[in-house]
């Protein structure tokens, strides 16, 4: 088991959870992630990453997998000008690589929001720190396991 993926376990069981992870292969869109556990591609909660432009800090994005997040929207909620995140932020900031970043067990803080759609469901699947597994959750445990704030930022 890799560290990250470790790390994504106990973070969810300090939080009293008893983690449902799956490896799913090599997933690369949300709708893959989708077919492989059986939910609708909206019960798929991608973490998406920007570049905090002035902080230089990563913010997350946790939107369902059928949206995009709005930069210009995402941006006002941030309170700065948002850019591409690099490799090398996201795995300094988070400790995950690209495609595997889960909402939870994050090195180091990191400010986040969750597109409102995501908490219509009881149940949906997110990265649990590698591409090539995700972990089941109640939605509505998700702003607080994760601090993120809901907020409309997809377009």
């Given at each position: ?49 920007f ?42 900031q ?27 469901f ?34």
């Open positions: 088991m890799s560290k990250s993926l470790k790390r994504v376990r106990a973070a969810l069981e300090a939080a009293g959870l008893e983690p449902d992870i799956r490896e799913v292969g090599q997933a690369r869109t949300a709708q893959e992630a989708a077919d492989s556990v059986g939910c609708e591609i909206d019960q798929i909660a991608k973490s998406i990453i570049r905090a432009e002035e902080s230089g800090e990563a913010v997350l994005f946790l939107t369902a997998g059928g949206n995009k997040v709005c930069a210009d929207k995402a941006s006002e909620l941030a309170g700065e000008p948002l850019g591409k995140a690099d490799a090398t932020l996201i795995r300094s988070t400790g995950f690589a690209i495609g595997g970043v889960a909402p939870v067990g994050h090195l180091n803080p990191i400010r986040a929001w969750i597109d409102p759609q995501l908490l219509e009881t149940r949906i699947w997110a990265a649990a720190g590698t591409p090539r597994h995700v972990f089941a959750l109640d939605a509505h445990l998700l702003p607080g396991l994760t601090g993120a704030v809901a907020a409309p930022f997809t377009e």
